[in-house]
């Protein structure tokens, strides 16, 4: 078989944002579904807590590329949500009252409480993307993976989507983030992991994003500039 990505080990301890970035077909995808036990791994191991991670699926949450959702399927907001107490409850059980709150809090975290009742269908892409947000947060994980959260989504969401995401950092979550917004990284980022079908670079953002590292990642030259107290990347 071939191997989509190789030759990748790396660490995220508690508390932190690592930002994944690579180019398109780079392995980012297929990284975040490996780790979830969703793509075969023909050597090594995913270890969440110095355990198989893989036998602890309650505690890992996983936003896809909003792409990947059946937007037509007739559930309401609350519904999709409810579904991230799944893990926790199982598919048979009946939600408790402790899980009608835990989805209530995780709208109310989002801002769409009062769109408990709509149906997903009648949502715009940046609402969508911050129901996926609280389906996760109701399942109360320990490890975060988002795929593109912020891609296609409005100013106003991207804030809002990384507030929520800062607030559980600094609650000790741990939060992986695929994503093609360099500057993002560099902006709101503890650690950057660069992706080629390989391990390319991983560690603090600022240690990671220098030209030579973002070359050999994306093929091509990319500058990082310093304006004023900022660093940005820019194309050649």
């Not at 009648?122 to 993976?145: F, K, N, T, W, Y």
Request: hydrophobic letters at 45%; one cysteine or more.
């Amino acid at each position: 078989p071939v191997r989509a990505i190789e030759g990748i080990t790396f660490a995220v301890p508690p508390g932190h944002m690592v930002g994944v970035v690579g180019p398109n077909g780079a392995g980012k995808s297929t990284l975040f579904k490996a780790i979830l036990g969703l793509a075969p791994i023909f050597r090594g191991r995913v270890l969440l807590h110095d355990a198989e991670a893989h036998g602890q699926r309650a505690m890992m949450g996983y936003v896809p590329q909003i792409d990947a959702i059946q937007r037509d399927f007739p559930v309401s907001v609350s519904d999709v949500v409810m579904m991230g107490r799944y893990p926790r409850i199982g598919w048979v059980r009946r939600p408790r009252a402790e899980d009608r709150t835990a989805v209530r809090q995780a709208l109310e975290r989002v801002g769409l409480l009062p769109h408990a009742h709509v149906q997903v269908g009648e949502l715009s892409g940046g609402q969508l993307q911050r129901v996926l947000l609280a389906r996760v947060l109701a399942q109360d994980p320990h490890l975060l993976l988002l795929d593109e959260p912020v891609s296609g989504v409005d100013t106003t969401t991207q804030h809002a989507i990384f507030a929520v995401l800062e607030e559980l950092r600094d609650e000790g979550k741990t939060v992986v983030v695929a994503t093609h917004d360099l500057n993002c990284v560099i902006e709101r980022f503890d650690q950057c992991l660069c992706l080629n079908r390989r391990l390319v670079a991983y560690g603090p953002t600022a240690e990671v994003f220098r030209e030579d590292v973002l070359e050999t990642t994306y093929g091509s030259h990319l500058m990082v500039v310093q304006v004023g107290d900022r660093r940005i990347v820019v194309a050649d």
